[in-house]
């Protein structure tokens, strides 16, 4: 597994990440250990998870989340970092997922970000961006 930084996109193996520095997940937790626990900080400075590059925008009834995954979800075939997301509702947890799409760079996912977005304000369903959008 690898883990990249969403900032300074500096990578890290599995073993290097869980070597990184560390601060507590809720830094009001009286005992992180049983608590929320810790958070890896990556060299650069910046927090993983709490501090992901992000698009996010509402089209109607779909809200359209791209991210920077941290986590390269092409396990070994390619690098995935990045997420394109359509879900019914209009924010997290309000609605089941419509549609997922997976790019290796920034520049990718802030086309396919784009790119959905505008299907849905024309009125494709995100059953049918699904072949129309992905790279």
């Not at 809720?26 to 993983?48: A, K, M, S």
């Not at 997290?92 to 996912?109: L, S």
């Amino acid at each position: 597994m690898m883990w990249q930084c969403s900032w300074c996109k500096r990578e890290y193996s599995s073993q290097e990440f869980l070597a990184l520095p560390k601060v507590q997940a809720v830094p009001e937790d009286t005992n992180p250990r049983e608590q929320h626990g810790y958070i890896p900080v990556c060299l650069c400075g910046r927090v993983f998870h709490g501090e992901k590059w992000k698009l996010q925008q509402v089209v109607g009834s779909y809200w359209v989340s791209t991210v920077h995954l941290e986590l390269n979800h092409g396990f070994g075939q390619e690098q995935l970092w990045y997420e394109t997301m359509i879900f019914k509702g209009q924010g997290v947890g309000d609605g089941e997922d419509e549609y997922c799409d997976r790019y290796t760079t920034q520049e990718e996912a802030e086309a396919g970000h784009k790119r959905v977005v505008e299907a849905l304000q024309r009125g494709i369903s995100p059953k049918e961006i699904r072949g129309s959008v992905t790279p």
